[in-house]
């Protein structure tokens, strides 16, 4: 049964203080915990705990017999516990077992613990939910020759080696809720270094890896300190602990994890050198470095009161590393990849059976709700404040939310309030974008008025019934528009605000407008419907916000492809557009201006996102079109192709900065067209040049969409170099599922038995099952074989690890929007699934809602 947040009661005991000690082993550690508990509200105390063996639990020093407690598969409940007490226990568990990933579990030689949501109740009894909020002393003890490094949470009062065996002892003076603390157990190397905060504070930074790895973290430490100086800069926000400790793990279920003063993260988010990882590598090793650290502050000195709750650490947190990320990198760039991003994950989910609110009412497995609607959408969501108070009151209201819930559990409506308290705009209609789920559609009318020189713009919003809400009401809505010339120059500029379902803006002007820009930098995640194709390319050459430009070309390219698979459906063949050719050139010619924008703007709009515009979605007919449009483009500019190739081709290949990812970008942009065009001796000759991993990969994904001797030697040459660096052959792996070849099915249906395959590791599993899922035509051939390949996986994930398990059945969600016979053949294998004996809760959740 459904848990709710209308339900939500506070914790019967608060917990002041926890002493852990821990007797680590892989197969058998111990555990023994001292809570120090007061009563907080009515009711008796329970304790969750899942898979412990209970040795042992005494209340104020007194052993309880077995008629003192209950103990079930999930909790521990003690009757008669007084309002001041202290609670002893003691439980076996077996990390080694442990292949959920969530609690404290073994990877490669090292122990680690991962738990948020609820992985603490995996290493001891512990009312584990966020608003208890304790101070932590952290005992360790372990063999000294397998865990020699032995890391907690906060500030290290001791360690030593006694008889063999390594103790450390570890104190966190900040009251943090259970699924930020942190172990780890291990034999692991650093890269140290130091940051003074700007009130004197020095600190000791260590990033832990394996050996051998302790060259790879220099990006890493580098994104570190830049992320702490820009948190006290933008926010005022310092570093509160003495030392700060990263430490890399290869079996991680997610990116990263912000546990206090000791992050644990995947090492894919950790090492970056050119050799071995993409430019696109090291920007998300910034990103999710930034993001943690940031967390330290929206997340950890304040957290979430009840998981509902999620989006106001996560969303935040984004929104934060977004932020950060603009001004390491281009602004505009990044705002593009974001949206991007936003509309191919965000977008869709939202229009399917699984869409949920940025704060849900109801869950059945928490860990179904890290999606992007809690994480993207919700930083649209605070993104949105920004822009309708200002920068300087969002300012401060960030300000008065951190003074008001320092050390407290949360909710989004403590976050709203102090934005509310800071600005006169009434944002009382805000909170729906909370409550509701879905993508407003906006529709527009303009009139121009000669006689009274008044143009007046009309806005409609929209928002389709989604899962359990058929009624949504209108939202406040942020519209940032420009009113252009028939130039292109802007005669005016403003935010508007709409509140209702249909609402005019009236505006005196000199002259009639020749265009009007509306949505600029996205200022609110909705869908703008009705530009005709005249007005986007207006816009595509000169809106004079970047965002906005790029977007009319991502729109006019939508309209003429989807045009053109509806003339393929019908037997006609394919006729490049001109407009979209001249669009191209243009961005071609003005590419030296700003690379990396032009690389974003060569980019045709994805398979998917045609996909999501049409009412039967047509895989075949979308991935034909978008090719034959891609070869077209690359013939009919190839002059201007290669001369782009040519001239973006001195960026060195240890550089990474952003001009010099700018300009790979733009180049293997290029070498996608000039593969189409003319074949794979372009990407041949580069695989072979190739100075770093961007160059080398881009080339071996051109090489591995044509099935021949040179594909093989490529992909046998990567693997023969990469074969022993796990995030590289990751790569290996994903690049073939990927491929728009005509064998990639049985090619990924090899791959899923191959000897490097290991289902144990969330990445190796991802790079082959989450590329395919996102390889559109491959995956739903309409032999149904992709679906059959993925539910497969999901029933042999399920019992071993089912958080992965259930994420990939989000790829079968949309199967309402396929033909009859791929609805049918996606649904048998939900159904399937859902035949499954003891499936997990996570996996039965997604499947039962996808098909509902
Ligand atoms: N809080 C972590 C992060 O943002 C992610 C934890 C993911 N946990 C999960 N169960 N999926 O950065
Ligand atoms: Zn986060």
């Given at each position: 049964n459904p848990v709710n947040l209308a339900d939500y009661r506070a914790p019967a005991y608060q917990v002041e203080h926890v002493a852990l000690d821990f007797e680590l082993a892989p197969e058998a550690t111990i555990v023994k915990a001292r809570l120090q508990l007061r009563r907080n509200a009515p009711g008796p105390l329970k304790l969750d705990g899942r898979k412990l063996e209970l040795l042992s639990v005494s209340l104020n020093g007194e052993p309880l017999g077995d008629n003192r407690y209950t103990l079930d598969e999930d909790s521990l409940t003690i009757q008669d516990v007084p309002d001041q007490a202290v609670l002893e226990t003691s439980v076996r568990i077996n990390p080694a077992a442990n292949s959920e990933l969530s609690g404290l579990y073994t990877s490669g030689s090292g122990l680690f613990t991962q738990c948020?949501?609820?992985?603490f109740r995996k290493v001891t009894f512990f009312p584990d939910r966020p608003d208890v909020m304790a101070r932590y002393r952290v005992r360790m003890r372990a063999d000294a020759a397998k865990f020699p490094i032995l890391l907690s949470n906060g500030n290290k009062l001791s360690s030593g080696v006694e008889n063999g065996i390594a103790h450390a002892e570890w104190e966190d003076p900040h009251p943090k809720p259970s699924y930020l603390f942190a172990l780890v157990a291990a034999d692991l190397v650093s890269l140290k270094d130091e940051f003074t905060t700007r009130s004197g504070r020095k600190v000791d930074l260590g990033i832990w890896v394996e050996r051998g790895d302790e060259a790879r973290c220099a990006h890493a430490m580098g994104a570190l300190k830049r992320s702490m100086k820009w948190d006290e800069d933008i926010f005022g926000l310092e570093y509160d602990l003495d030392i700060f400790n990263i430490a890399a793990v290869?079996?991680?279920?997610?990116?990263?994890m912000e546990n206090k003063g000791l992050n644990i993260f995947n090492t894919a988010y950790v090492l970056a050198d050119a050799n071995s990882a993409t430019d696109m590598d090291f920007q998300n090793v910034e990103r999710v470095i930034a993001h943690e650290y940031f967390h330290n502050w929206t997340g950890d000195r304040v957290t979430c009161r009840d998981w509902f709750q999620l989006s106001l650490k996560e969303g935040l947190t984004v929104f934060r590393d977004q932020e950060y990320m603009s001004d390491q990198f281009s602004a505009a760039v990044k705002r593009i990849a974001d949206v991007r991003l936003l509309r191919a994950t965000q977008f869709r989910d939202d229009a399917g059976p699984l869409a949920h609110p940025v704060r849900p009412a109801s869950y059945l497995e928490i860990n179904n709700f890290y999606t992007t609607t809690i994480y993207e959408k919700g930083a649209e969501v605070v993104r949105m404040y920004r822009t309708i108070i200002g920068r300087e009151a969002f300012r401060r209201g960030m300000e008065a939310y951190i003074a008001k819930n320092d050390n407290a559990a949360a909710t989004v409506e403590d976050f709203w309030a102090a934005m509310q308290s800071i600005t006169d705009i009434d944002l009382k209609q805000f909170m729906l974008w909370y409550e509701q789920a879905g993508t407003p559609e906006i529709t527009f009318d303009e009139s121009w008025d000669d006689a009274a020189q008044t143009f007046t713009l009309t806005l409609r919003q929209r928002t389709a019934p989604t899962p359990g809400q058929p009624e949504k009401q209108p939202l406040l809505i942020p519209v940032a528009i420009g009113l252009l010339n028939q130039t292109g120059e802007e005669i005016h500029a403003e935010t508007l605000l709409l509140r209702e379902t249909e609402q005019s803006f009236t505006f005196k002007l000199p002259q009639k407008p020749g265009a009007v820009s509306l949505f600029r930098h996205f200022s609110a995640p909705v869908k703008l419907k009705g530009q005709s194709r005249a007005r986007l390319a207006f816009l595509a050459a000169h809106d004079s916000d970047l965002f906005n430009r790029w977007d009319a070309l991502q729109q006019y390219a939508s309209a003429v492809l989807l045009d053109s698979v509806a003339t393929h459906q019908i037997g006609q063949p394919f006729t490049l557009d001109e407009g979209l050719k001249d669009a191209i050139a243009a961005t071609l010619r003005d590419a030296t201006r700003d690379p990396a924008f032009a690389a974003e703007a060569l980019i045709l709009p994805m398979e998917s996102l045609l996909a999501d515009d049409m009412t039967v979605v047509d895989p075949d007919a979308i991935h034909l079109v978008r090719e034959a449009a891609r070869k077209a483009l690359g013939q009919a500019l190839s002059a201007e192709f290669h001369a782009v190739y040519e001239q973006f081709?001195?960026?060195?290949?240890?550089d990474v900065s952003g001009p010099a990812m700018g300009a790979r970008a733009l180049r293997n942009a290029a070498l996608s067209y000039l593969t189409a065009a003319e074949g794979p001796a372009f990407a041949a000759a580069q695989f072979t040049a190739a100075g770093n991993m961007t160059e080398k990969l881009a080339a071996l994904t051109n090489l591995v969409d044509e099935p021949g001797p040179a594909r093989e030697s490529a992909l046998h040459a990567f693997y023969t170099e990469w074969e022993h660096n796990r995030l590289v052959l990751d790569k290996w792996f994903s690049v073939q599922a990927r491929s728009n070849a005509s064998d990639t099915l049985t090619r990924v249906q090899a791959l899923a038995s191959h000897a490097a395959m290991d289902l144990r590791n969330p990445n190796r599993v991802r790079a082959l099952i989450g590329a395919f899922t996102a390889n559109p035509w491959k995956f739903h051939d309409k032999s149904g074989a992709g679906y059959k390949l993925l539910a497969d996986f999901v029933l042999r994930l399920d019992e071993t690890n089912p958080q992965i398990a259930a994420r990939f059945v989000t790829a079968l969600g949309l199967w309402r929007r396929f033909d009859t016979k791929r609805q049918g053949l996606m649904k048998a294998e939900l159904e399937r699934i859902l035949a499954r004996e003891q499936l997990s809760r996570n996996t039965y959740e997604l499947a039962s809602k996808a098909l509902a």
């Open positions: 948020e949501p609820e992985g290869s079996d991680f279920n997610a990116g990263a081709a001195n960026a060195a290949p240890d």
